[in-house]
């Protein structure tokens, strides 16, 4: 309490108050310390019940706050495939998060089962922006207290992209300028970025390491690589913390079936083969069509890794943890093994249990015969690997959530923006 109450070390001692006051002494004090304590101890509590009192209203805006031992997320595209699984990791770990979506691709179904399992003041909240609006998107970072961002938001199918290229850069690559651009005005300095194996192209060697030259050959695998760039080149002169995740083919679904897969039946021709599969198998399409038959691999169809979302997201919360200022991490997300798309398909049909009747046509512009990952950078410097390896099993998931789930999330309607 000595900073509150100056000593009278420098006084002369004096009969006058009947009492002395010597040097290294402050017997003399000792009748005024405890009016002035009761005061110092009144005005404490009286604030912290402020505080508790203002904390619990509904005026007051957790997420605007920077709490001790609460790290606040932003996702972008949140209510996507990918990134909705992301924010159910985060919030299954205690993370603060707020999701940004404009639902041109994400599903508000899928807030609303977080929303649902989080309802807690101050765990989520749902906003819906476009991130191309410069104005909305400083406005939500000045309105809220965000630690790191997961930028997951994007268009991203490789066919789409080759014919409408104009809408994948500006979607991708200046969507993500302005991102960081507000970040680096509102002092946001961890940034996860999700980015793709499209920046590669068609390598000449086999498995991709991350010293891969990066030579992409399809819109999509372009702007994102731009946009690489452009993080990149602004880390160098900002103490940011930067980890860009290249990942694989995506697969599979929230083991406890709360969530999944479910895209614009428009983007179906667009979609992932493992869409295609399940559709088949329900009878939404006719049949699966794969597409290319004569690239030079093995059977004649292309190669890909297959990457379990559940795996994928872990590689974002250990990349979070791992971010350090003033660094860049880049590190392709794989298993490290090809497999066929004529492999995929015998699984998908061994995990539905239906005889999907298979289409075999051209190939898709912009497509590549054969890419698989070396993930031993990650592996070693995050310490993740890749635990559901198993094709059948993934595929077993995911054909659970579309089973109990034949139109998706439906389409509820925009509910409550804040939980």
Excluded at 318 to 344: C, Q, W
Aim: aromatic residues 10%; charged residues 25%.
């Amino acid at each position: 309490m000595s900073p509150m109450f100056p000593a009278n070390r420098n006084r002369t001692p004096s009969r006058a108050n009947g009492s002395w006051s010597l040097p290294g002494s402050e017997y003399g004090d000792s009748r005024k310390k405890p009016h002035y304590l009761w005061r110092f101890l009144l005005t404490a509590l009286l604030t912290a019940a402020c505080i508790i009192i203002l904390k619990q209203s509904s005026g007051y805006n957790r997420f605007s706050h920077h709490d001790p031992g609460v790290t606040h997320v932003l996702v972008t595209g949140g209510a996507g495939y990918i990134g909705s699984h992301a924010a159910l990791r985060l919030l299954r770990d205690k993370y603060r998060v707020t999701i940004v979506d404009n639902l041109s691709r994400g599903n508000m179904g899928a807030v609303k089962v977080l929303q649902e399992m989080f309802p807690e003041p101050g765990r989520l909240q749902f906003i819906f922006a476009d991130l191309g609006d410069s104005k909305a998107v400083n406005k939500i970072f000045s309105e809220n207290a965000f630690d790191a961002v997961m930028h997951f938001a994007a268009v991203a199918y490789v066919g789409e992209s080759t014919l409408e290229p104009l809408r994948y850069y500006h979607n991708i690559t200046a969507n993500t300028l302005t991102v960081l651009e507000a970040m680096a005005a509102h002092g946001v300095k961890t940034l996860i970025y999700s980015s793709t194996c499209a920046t590669y192209g068609q390598p000449e060697k086999m498995p991709i390491t991350e010293e891969t030259p990066q030579v992409p050959i399809n819109p999509y695998g372009k702007a994102k690589k731009m946009a690489e760039d452009i993080i990149i080149d602004f880390s160098k002169r900002s103490n940011m913390a930067v980890m860009i995740l290249r990942y694989f083919n995506v697969i599979g679904s929230d083991p406890d079936g709360r969530l999944g897969e479910a895209p614009r039946p428009e983007l179906r021709e667009h979609g992932r083969i493992s869409g295609a599969c399940f559709d088949a198998a329900l009878g939404i399409i006719p049949g699966l069509k794969v597409r290319g038959t004569d690239y030079e691999t093995a059977d004649g169809t292309c190669i890909r890794d297959y990457i379990d979302v559940t795996d994928l997201v872990d590689a974002h919360v250990k990349a979070l943890d791992h971010a350090m200022p003033k660094k860049v991490g880049i590190y392709n997300v794989g298993t490290g093994k090809g497999r066929s798309v004529k492999e995929f398909v015998e699984a998908c049909k061994a995990a539905t249990g239906m005889d999907v009747k298979v289409e075999y046509l051209s190939r898709r512009p912009g497509d590549y015969a054969e890419v698989y990952s070396d993930p031993s950078k990650i592996n070693s410097e995050l310490n993740w690997t890749a635990q559901r390896t198993d094709l059948k099993e993934s595929l077993g998931i995911a054909w659970r959530w579309q089973k109990s789930h034949p139109k998706g999330y439906g389409t509820p309607s925009v509910g409550f923006l804040r939980a």
